[in-house]
């Protein structure tokens, strides 16, 4: 015959499934920030609470952290691996296309999944206002923890938590929302010239305006929406009109769109002087998604069984066999002579 349990037993096991804090037995999603991460942000002029801006890069598949810090300005804390995502390179359109989202999202707190079935996550609200204009379909397109993707970031559990973490407390700190910027890949030269003959590439030429108003400020861009595009830091455009409607006269600060200018045409006759010495893009190898290189590593070492449980509780990698490829095999661009 089974004893029966004691009441301190029948406390703490109601308080374990209720999710309530018990003798420090937090919810995953109000358990403090590691004191190193703390350690880290005061020595970089930051605290918990000052907002934060996060950054995703498909091809690197990485994803920076960036809090402000005593000036007013960005800058970066931490970069994550990522662990999977899926699809291609490219804008995500169409429900059930596996592709993971690229764009300039904010998120607020009522997108925070404390209950997410990959451990922590928040959801990019994808699709935004000029995604929806535009015919575009989807939902539940999160950053979360585990190794396993349909159209999300998947980050691991622990760096899920970190993350989850710091955007609470920048919440609590006054933040209405922060900005993701999920790009396709680090907009350098090289890429540009790696994927000049991609269908996406006026699309990804967007992006990059928003992408050099982040680089050569080191603020928040202000992002619209108007002609059927993202416009960034125009005063006399935001994202509450109609995303198809035309561009009215960019309303934009001179010095700005000066600086802007400047750094795209640096970027661009690097290019030119890239593509030059490469007449014929290397080719690019379509795999299925993306996983870092570390992660990678580890799987080829030691399979999957392992990768899972050093980046989640439960949740199996998916596909680890297209993951074990690289998705992009540029092979080495060419450099002009006398760099």
């Known amino acids: 015959m089974k004893k029966p349990l004691n009441a301190f037993a029948l406390l703490l096991a109601a308080s374990v499934l209720s999710g309530c804090a018990l003798f420090g037995l937090e919810p ?71 592709q993971t989202p690229e764009g300039f999202y904010a998120i607020t707190p009522a997108r925070m999944n404390p209950d997410s079935r990959y451990y922590l996550s928040f959801d990019l609200g994808f699709p935004n206002q000029l995604e929806a204009a535009l015919g575009y379909q989807g939902s539940a397109l999160m950053i979360h923890g585990a190794c396993s993707s349909s159209g999300c970031y998947a980050i691991t559990d622990p760096a899920a938590f970190e993350i989850y973490a710091m955007a609470r407390e920048a919440f609590r700190g006054g933040q209405a929302a922060f900005q993701v910027q999920a790009l396709p890949f680090r907009m350098t030269p090289a890429n540009l010239v790696l994927h000049r003959d991609d269908p996406d590439m006026p699309f990804w030429r967007t992006l990059k305006e928003g992408n050099d108003a982040f680089a050569v400020t080191r603020l928040e861009p202000k992002v619209g929406y108007c002609g059927g595009r993202y416009v960034f830091n125009a005063a006399n455009v935001g994202t509450d009109g109609d995303p198809l409607a035309a561009c009215p006269p960019l309303e934009t600060d001179p010095a700005l769109a000066s600086a802007v200018a400047a750094k795209a045409a640096r970027d661009d006759a690097r290019a030119a002087a890239l593509a030059a010495v490469n007449p014929a893009p290397p080719r690019l190898a379509y795999v299925d998604g993306g996983m870092h290189t570390s992660f990678r590593a580890i799987l080829r070492q030691s399979g999957p069984e392992k990768l899972s449980r050093l980046t989640s509780a439960k949740t199996p990698v998916s596909r680890p066999e297209a993951a074990l490829a690289d998705p992009y095999v540029p092979g080495l661009l060419l450099e002009p002579a006398g760099n």
């Open 28 to 98: 995953r999603s109000e358990r403090p920030l590691p004191d190193k991460l703390l350690a880290d942000m005061s020595a970089r002029g930051m605290n918990a609470a000052s907002p934060l801006l996060i950054r995703v890069f498909k091809q690197e598949s990485e994803l920076e952290v960036w809090k402000q810090d005593r000036s007013g300005r960005y800058a970066l804390l931490k970069t994550y691996p990522i662990c999977r995502w899926s699809g291609k390179l490219g804008p995500k359109k169409m429900q059930g296309d596996r």
